[in-house]
């Protein structure tokens, strides 16, 4: 079954990261533009062989943020805006150099909390020591827009011999996660329902190059190539459950993993069991997924753990066959199952 | 009066490009974020000095389009999402490198009319040979974004040596504009409103980068350094009013213009007359003001007018003294008037 141009239209499903969004884009967005099938790079980042760039690729990436609610434990839309931006940039192994800010504001926009939200941005750059480069401001009418859109596109330089791309993807190599997840998805939720929890789940959201600085600098300082590392991502929007089956898929590989070893916080395990949800489905955005050679897998984890944040980073699982193009996981009762490829996320609007 | 930030909301005016833009800038959005207020490259394009970029400093712009309606006489919002940022770059003296494309959709959107405005996106960006690099998709419920905001932010090469700047304008130094004005916002608001004209007036939405490079070229080719051309803005939010205003503001200058010299279709001449508006306050989408040496004036115009859509390419005036910061218009009558800074634009969602 393939899209239905002439009648078909957009479903909330589209923007949800999982295997609706990725129909739209080889099925609609690529092909309209005239862009071949397989550079998906219109859905992340692109570096860019600009011949005056000299030692060092630039990389380029482009995130709208469309979170609602605006404000969430843990964190808000400024904030997010640009350490998902950050993010992009630092799952390609690129030093975040630059940022652009556009605002889409709905009239009758409180100056009161377009300050607040924007101070945060201010400072969540000057945190990631980052140029607020260049910016736009639009506003449209009442009822047009959902009070504030927030796009960031990101600059940054990819230290030269970096190779990481799901086609590095080997049999043997291990999958590192650096935390718990589903707590950004949870927050977010949580908020939006108004529903109490007594501890309430703060978001995750955090800027990921500090961990993946070190983590490449650690692996160099111990005599490996950074080639060890094949691949970062972050796990936003479709979390943990998307981005695998999408690197499964581009990569042909068969990617297995272990229920057990999964970190999920107390918490956020007991909201997903009330409300019936799947936390590998939830968005993060401060965690990321990491590929590499077994040789330095204890360098990573040792990395990751030095820090507060990363005290619940863990190995878990492996690259395993090279033919596949999909994920299974071993779950706790040691029964093995295919990990879903979900149509959409459970929760739209989730960045 | 400054803006009354625990009480104030935002209105239609802020997103017009006139005074309520700048000040919406000035005192909200920047010291909100802890950005001097002398950094407006907030809402323009951005040079980069970046170590590694070696000759040609990289520009970075970015610009959200939200026109309504979407499809208008000469244009839509496909080819304007890149011919507003090319242009962007093009008025630093920058190639157009790479374009990011991030697309805002409400749930419901026909997959036809994405397909079309996609199309036209696509050939638009092979026209200005340009490489689309990167890419977001986000989805939003009905009524929470008026069908399609496309974000296109975009990464240029300026030649070295070029100081394209406000601050660079001096007296003496003629002031010029590349073909008639108000095309652009006179389609739009025909369409928008169902007016029926004899023969629709088009957009002039163009990349304006072959201009460009073809004037730096001629200057050079004759002897000339290209510093003697200072300084080039587009025409768009606000028109030429707004855009003259902003520029003696920003340099200290006075510039003087002469209301006979001013390109202007007869159909837009007739059309404004007819709604009450005024043509010098209209958004243009391939036009753009350029200031140089007197030396080097019949060079520019020869250059512009080699081309059909620069035929109507004129000397419009002159900066004239060093104090001022404002814009003086002769009438055809010969009276002198300041050319007013509207507090906002007649047309929201232009671009």
């Not at 990389?59 to 950050?86: C, E, M």
Request: glycine share 12%; net charge negative.
């Amino acid at each position: 079954m393939t899209l239905d141009i002439d009648k078909g239209q957009i479903e909330l499903a589209h923007g949800s990261g999982g295997q609706a969004s990725d129909r739209l884009l080889r099925e609609l967005i690529l092909p309209a533009m005239g862009l071949e099938a397989d550079r998906l790079l219109l859905d992340g980042s692109s570096v860019l062989s600009l011949a005056s760039t000299g030692p060092g690729q630039l990389v380029f990436t482009t995130d709208s943020h469309v979170v609602s609610p605006r404000f969430y434990p843990g964190g808000n839309i400024g904030s997010l805006a640009v350490y998902g931006t950050v993010n992009d940039l630092s799952m390609m192994g690129a030093k975040p150099l630059a940022l652009s800010v556009a605002l889409i504001i709905e009239e009758g926009f409180a100056f009161k909390e377009l300050w607040q939200i924007l101070e945060h941005l201010g400072q969540a750059a000057r945190h990631c020591q980052l140029n607020l480069a260049c910016g736009d401001t639009k506003v449209v009418g009442r009822g047009q827009a959902d009070g504030l859109f927030i796009n960031t596109s990101g600059i940054g330089i990819q230290a030269p011999g970096l190779t990481l791309s799901p086609r590095a993807l080997r049999p043997g190599q291990h999958i590192i996660v650096n935390g718990t997840l589903g707590d950004h998805g949870m927050a977010v939720m949580l908020q939006r329902e108004g529903i109490a929890w007594e501890n309430p789940i703060q978001s995750d959201a955090a800027p990921l190059w500090t961990p993946v600085q070190e983590i490449l600098s650690a692996v160099e300082r111990s005599g490996f190539a950074t080639q060890t590392i094949s691949c970062l991502r972050d796990l936003t929007r479709g979390g943990l459950a998307a981005i695998l089956n999408e690197l499964a898929q581009s990569s042909g590989q068969k990617l297995s993993i272990r229920e057990s070893d999964i970190p999920i916080s107390a918490a956020v395990q007991a909201a997903t069991e009330l409300l019936g949800l799947d936390p590998l489905c939830l968005a993060n955005e401060g965690k990321f997924v990491l590929f590499c050679e077994p040789s330095v897998s204890d360098i990573v984890l040792q990395t990751l753990k030095a820090h507060p944040s990363g005290e619940q980073a863990r190995g878990i699982g492996e690259v395993s066959e090279v033919c596949g193009g999909r994920v299974e996981i071993q779950t706790a009762f040691g029964a093995t199952r295919l990990l879903d490829w979900r149509y959409s996320d459970p929760l739209p609007r989730i960045c």
